[in-house]
């Protein structure tokens, strides 16, 4: 080899072993929102009945600020969600589709994770999804980022035999710190295994790559209390770099965290070491009943948000406490609105607003 063929070899070699990402925060600007839309060929029609009220209620408000990405299942269903749309007066001027096969709503953890480069381009990383450690079929929505990707037209970088990771078991602060659960990312306990043998520093090193972070808050977390093996945004949130919003003691007790993992997160502190800012909500003062009246064994947490561009679209159970939560949330985003989703159905299957949604920021792609 030529000496300068070598050099510019070796200079390639290192920068690719340089590149960091960087995951945005997601009160950031967004091009848009993703969004699985329910259907009936895994769980059923009354599963699908059942549910997407929500779906339309996070669409109308959504539309008015961004860009809404629906993923119909098919041609049948595209269509069937098109006319449900226009029945219920929603412009469609911000909302387009994509028709892919699914398994299930959660884009949250199946889905694309949109990271920026070092240069700020924008790129998809394609994390392993089984299922929540395969408890569910999993095949259709592992293949979601690859075909978003191809679609278009941008950069993913596969991650599949790397780590299965998903998106509701990690928080960030948008300034170099991750929280995570070890029961929903590294447990290696029957029934909850993400990555075969993977350990807490080969984790941590993933993170520190692809997330863009120098520390990693590790609680322990439950494995086996749900289908996440508990995630970490069913509880806490970062509103931004400084502050972080979770639950008073009695809500935490009611999620199943331990007194250890309690402490760990009221005293937990950024990347210089300096202690966050803490807001705490309660849970629903009653346990949840479903709204066409099945009572639920647990109460619901409101953490579970998401903040889009112009609305926070907060999860609501028809509680008392719905009002006072609802208000505290709002008093964190003064520049956008508040608005109350009924995720009373939703929730019976273990889930909120956060868990089927998956935001993409501004940026140009990067193919």
Known sequence: MKPLFVLTFLLNIAFCMAQTYHFPEESSPHEGTWLQWPHHHQHGTEYRKRIEQTWIEMTRELQTGEKVHIIAYDNAEKKRIEDLLEKNKIPLKNVDFKVYPTDDVW??????????????????????????????????????PQRIGEDLGMKVIDLNEEMVNEGGSVETDGKGVLMACKS???????????????????????????????????????????????????????????????????????????DKDINTLYTASDAEGKEYRKVYLPATKNKVKTAYGKQLEDKGSYINFYVANKVVLVPNYGDPNDKMANKMIQE?????????????????????IHCVTQQQPVGSFLK
């Open 107 to 144: 884009i949250r953890d199946n889905g694309p994770v949109f990271v920026k480069d070092d240069q700020g381009h924008v790129l998809i990383e394609d994390w392993g999804f089984n299922g929540w450690g395969g408890k569910y079929d999993s095949k259709n929505c592992d293949e979601i």
């Open 184 to 258: 929903s990312v590294i447990s290696q306990k029957r029934g909850s295994v993400r990555t075969k043998g993977i350990t807490q520093q080969e984790a941590e090193e993933m993170f520190e790559q692809y997330y863009g972070v120098s520390k990693v808050i590790w609680l322990d977390g439950v494995t086996g209390l749900d289908v996440t093996d508990m995630h970490i945004d069913g509880f806490m949130k970062f509103i931004n770099h400084t502050t972080m919003i979770t639950m008073d003691e009695d809500g935490l007790f009611e999620m199943g965290l331990t």
């Open 332 to 352: 964190q985003y003064p520049d956008r609105k508040v608005i109350g989703i009924d995720v009373r159905n939703l929730y019976e299957n273990g889930g909120m």
